[in-house]
């Protein structure tokens, strides 16, 4: 639309802020379920989180309607960095005309998901600290006891140093690079499709939604597994030295996950993943288009 790529920088920035604001109970949601069993056969753990509502009742109940926002401020943080620096990127690829290229769009997407990555994981990291602390009676994964966001940050950087605020990021780039990949190959052709089957009339409100949700399907089964690594891998304790005191990295995570929660340990929390991409999905890239023309 004739955007300049500074432009797109600080409208994807508010774009994903604005979608995080009210897809982050899901987010909530979804980091508990992920934790839970961390690294325990199935059956064997108590399961304090058994499916999204009642997941969200378990997390009213013992921090109030306001823990359904917990680490809200990392997640604007994260999601202005993440998204501001993914829609520069891809909004310099489109000027450049690589996404006319056979299979451009999605790795125009990758790419600038895998950067945006990068600039937010430190955000990240302390989002899902924040996110998992909870009272000892429905806790699940380690509890990094964090008072706020600022004294997150302080204590990593204390700790560990800048490196430290990188740990994680193995296995955020490739959540990311794939996740946006997907959405962004697929949100349009999705939209396309309802409308070509007359189920709602382009242009429409609920034409978009429904694109959303269909390629939220995609996203979801693709992403989910990059997503539960990522949760894990940036919640993990680690010792003085920085190294995680559960996993060694990415592949290691993969490995541990799949020989003690099984397969299916690899998409715990996708109902919570899927019900947030698809509306997550839709506003960033509603709000996006919105502000563009603007």
């Not at 753990?45 to 999204?52: A, D």
């Not at 998409?267 to 509603?286: D, E, M, Q, W």
Request: overall charge positive; aromatic content about 10%.
């Amino acid at each position: 639309g004739g955007v300049p790529p500074a432009t797109d920088l600080v409208l994807g920035a508010t774009a994903g802020c604005l979608a995080c604001f009210l897809t982050n109970p899901l987010e909530v949601v979804k980091t508990r379920l992920q934790l839970q069993g961390e690294l325990q056969p199935p059956g064997t753990y108590p399961r304090p989180y058994r499916g999204v509502l009642r997941a969200a009742v378990a997390v009213c109940r013992a921090d109030g309607l306001r823990g359904l926002q917990k680490g809200l401020a990392a997640g604007l943080l994260y999601q202005g960095l993440m998204n501001g620096v993914r829609f520069y990127c891809y909004s310099h690829a489109e000027d450049a005309g690589w996404t006319g290229y056979p299979g451009g769009t999605v790795a125009a997407g990758a790419v600038a998901g895998a950067v945006g990555a990068i600039v937010g994981s430190p955000a990240y990291l302390v989002k899902t600290h924040l996110q998992a602390q909870t009272l000892s009676a429905i806790a699940v994964g380690h509890q990094h006891n964090h008072e706020s966001i600022s004294g997150a940050f302080k204590s990593i950087y204390q700790q560990h140093g800048v490196v430290g605020l990188w740990r994680g990021v193995t296995g955020a780039v490739p959540r990311v690079a794939v996740g946006s990949a997907v959405q962004l190959a697929t949100f349009a052709s999705a939209k396309d499709w309802v409308c070509e089957r007359q189920w709602f009339r382009k242009g429409s409100w609920a034409a978009v939604l429904a694109g959303g949700m269909v390629s939220g399907v995609a996203v979801a089964v693709t992403m989910t597994p990059f997503d539960v690594i990522s949760t894990r891998l940036y919640n993990q304790p680690v010792d003085a030295d920085g190294t995680g005191k559960l996993y060694r990295g990415f592949l290691d995570c993969i490995l541990q996950i799949s020989s003690k929660e099984g397969l299916l340990g690899l998409y715990k929390g996708i109902g919570a993943v899927y019900l947030r991409l698809g509306p997550h999905t839709v506003l960033s890239l509603f709000f996006w288009d919105k502000l563009r023309n603007m």
